[in-house]
């Protein structure tokens, strides 16, 4: 006996969900960035946050690999030392794997962009060597670890 697809799929597919982003805390990067967490897939390493970066913040040069980046710039502006282009509120910014940049906030404002990232991200240092790796493990680390310390309830955002 067949069954239609739309039963079928039922069967199979991940429940939905709504999340009040408010309910999730800011978690510090530096003294004048955060991410917000959204999302963390750890079947295919990607994650999706929202990126806090204050006027004159900086995150230092990094290079995305792994998996394509892309952002949506929601208030603020900011731009890579290494673009011409300026994000600023409705700008959406693709950036293959292999990507190195340096992202900075002009300005007076808040930078605050949605990302929706793949892969990881390494930091590197002038002469090119990593110094840092970042994925969605580690980040999934800090906002749980974060959450634990601050006494926060944790929302689950492996989905």
Known sequence: MSIDLNTFTEQF???DKALDS???PWIPQTERSWFKPLRFDLTNGSWINLLKVKPGGVVDRHRHTGGKVMAYTLQGQWRYLERDW???PGTFVFEPPGDIHTLTVDGDEDMITLFML???LQ???DNDKIIQ???V???LKLYLEYCEK????VVDLTF
């Open 123 to 125: 930091y590197l240092d």
């Open 150 to 153: 601050n006494n926060i309830p």
């Open 86 to 88: 300026v994000a600023k």
């Open 133 to 135: 790796q970042v994925d």
């Open 137 to 139: 493990f580690s980040k």
């Open 22 to 24: 408010t309910e999730i």
């Open 13 to 15: 597919q991940l429940d």
């Open 118 to 120: 793949e892969g990881s």
